[in-house]
């Protein structure tokens, strides 16, 4: 049970046997970390033998695991899209569902981005990693946040690039910008409490919930957006799966143009998109 798939195997028992949601995913990303090696690399290690000293910390991530804390809480990162983003308790651990918004933002050219609510950064630096002439805003309403924004924009080499202010919504943002991002905090109050664990007790509640009905932070967006896009400018914000239909009305009373639901990878409704007026 030393081996390299042996460890795999005990790790991913243990997370399943108390229900965490994706056992063999995290027990990889663990190992990985343990071993110093990318987790794409682990399936070509799989008979190596595993030192006991890199066992017992395996091991010991295992049960931090467990326990409910994040896989990027315990290894510090989180991939997504072509980087790697530094995660702390001050941030929300980057989804895998997110990078649907990011693959739409880049489905059109764009040379000044803004970024509402940007936590780790993770999607206004991958965008503006990907569009070398783009320049970029990212703003988070907490100041804890936007430092590890500004880690992660040095670490891709976007920081000449891209301001980091704290503001509230778009209270402290001037200027025009031909595309705006939002994954903006879009669960209701009544539905924190279902909620599983490692994201209810270790992640920041405010990236989570706006205390309502999860709608707030649409109402603000559509509210400023047509003061912020440049004519014909496009706005990007994810959504929870069952609030299309809302935020589609909210977009359209602030008189956004071609309004449009897109799905995500499980074909369910994740982004909103629309556009100002052409000029
Ligand atoms: C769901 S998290 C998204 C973080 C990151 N953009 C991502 O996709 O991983 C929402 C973010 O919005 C920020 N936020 C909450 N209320 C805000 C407000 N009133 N103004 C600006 N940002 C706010 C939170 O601090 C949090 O970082």
Redesign the pocket.
């Known amino acids: 049970l030393s081996s390299v798939s042996g460890l795999l195997k005990r790790g991913a028992d243990a997370l399943r046997a108390v229900k965490v949601a994706a056992p063999a995913t995290d027990a990889r990303r663990l190992l990985a970390h343990a071993l110093g090696v990318e987790p794409a690399r682990l399936a070509a290690m799989s008979t190596d033998e595993v030192a006991p000293e890199r066992q017992s910390v395996f091991m010991d991530m295992i049960e931090r695991r467990s326990a409910g804390v994040p896989v990027s809480h315990i290894v510090g990162y989180r991939d997504f899209w072509k980087l790697r983003f530094r995660v702390t308790p001050d941030?929300?651990?980057?989804?895998p569902e997110?990078e649907t918004l990011v693959e739409l933002a880049l489905g059109a050219p764009f040379s000044r981005v803004l970024?509402?609510?940007?936590?780790?950064?993770?999607?206004v630096i991958s965008l503006l990693a990907e569009r070398e002439d783009a320049r970029g805003v990212g703003?988070?309403?907490?100041p804890a946040?936007v430092l590890v924004a500004g880690e992660n924009a040095a670490r891709a080499g976007v920081a000449d690039r891209l301001l980091l202010p704290v503001?509230?919504?778009f209270a402290d943002v001037g200027g025009r910008y031909d595309l705006i991002v939002?994954?903006?905090?879009?669960i209701a109050a009544y539905e924190m409490d279902g909620l599983q664990v490692e994201v209810r007790e270790h992640e920041?509640r405010?990236?989570?919930t706006?205390e309502a009905d999860g709608l707030s932070?649409y109402r603000?967006i559509a509210a400023g957006a047509l003061d912020h896009l440049r004519p014909g400018g496009r706005l990007l914000v994810?959504i929870g799966a069952t609030q299309g239909v809302a935020v589609v009305a909210l977009f359209a009373a602030a008189r956004l143009q071609e309004i449009e639901v897109h799905t995500d990878l499980e074909g369910r409704d994740r982004v909103v998109e629309a556009r100002a007026a052409p000029g």
């Open positions: 941030v929300l651990d980057p989804r997110t970024d509402l609510g940007t936590g780790t950064g993770c999607i703003t988070d309403i907490s946040a503001s509230d919504w939002s994954n903006p905090p879009y920041p405010a990236a989570l706006d932070a603000s994810e």
